[in-house]
């Protein structure tokens, strides 16, 4: 058939192996594991539940908490949220929702109330 030139080759895989470590860097920073989720009260009828989701730090030997979400889940995925975090000099405060269903939409907002301001929006879709 043809053959690759050496060159080329090994220019693919430099390419390849700086992807590879620039793709580990980012995940590594993504895989922060999320913060548990603890049920308040749970409507069985409704299919509703009411959580807190406290935003934990650990230490070597125990957790600090920097504020907390309060939200309402259902059962099919639709849900809403509220929350504080003051890890930082300024406590930062949001609130957003998701739609649910097997082509969910989720928009919030997050302020600290002077320079800090973001929004955040989503598509998840279940198959």
């Known amino acids: ?13 430099s390419g390849l ?3 590879c470590a620039v793709w580990a860097l980012m995940g590594g920073a993504a895989a922060r594991a999320e913060d548990p989720k603890l ?3 749970h409507d069985e009828d409704a ?3 009411i959580y807190i989701q406290p ?3 650990p230490t070597e030997d125990s957790m600090h908490s920097h504020g907390a979400t309060v939200g309402v889940q259902n059962k099919d995925g639709r849900g809403a949220y509220i929350g504080t975090d ?3 000099e300024r406590p930062k405060y949001s609130v957003g929702g998701e739609s649910g269903g097997d082509l969910s ?4 907002v997050e302020s600290d109330g002077k320079d800090n301001h973001g929004v955040k929006a989503g598509v998840k879709i279940r198959y």
């Not at 058939?1 to 895989?13: H, V």
């Not at 939409?105 to 919030?108: E, K, L, N, P, W």
């Open 105 to 108: 939409f989720s928009a919030g």
């Open 55 to 57: 935003r934990l730090s």
């Open 17 to 19: 192996y700086a992807l």
């Open 47 to 49: 299919g509703r539940t």
């Open 86 to 88: 003051t890890s930082t």
């Open 1 to 13: 058939m043809f053959a690759i030139p050496d060159r080329i080759r090994l220019g693919w895989r």
């Open 39 to 41: 049920p308040l009260s």
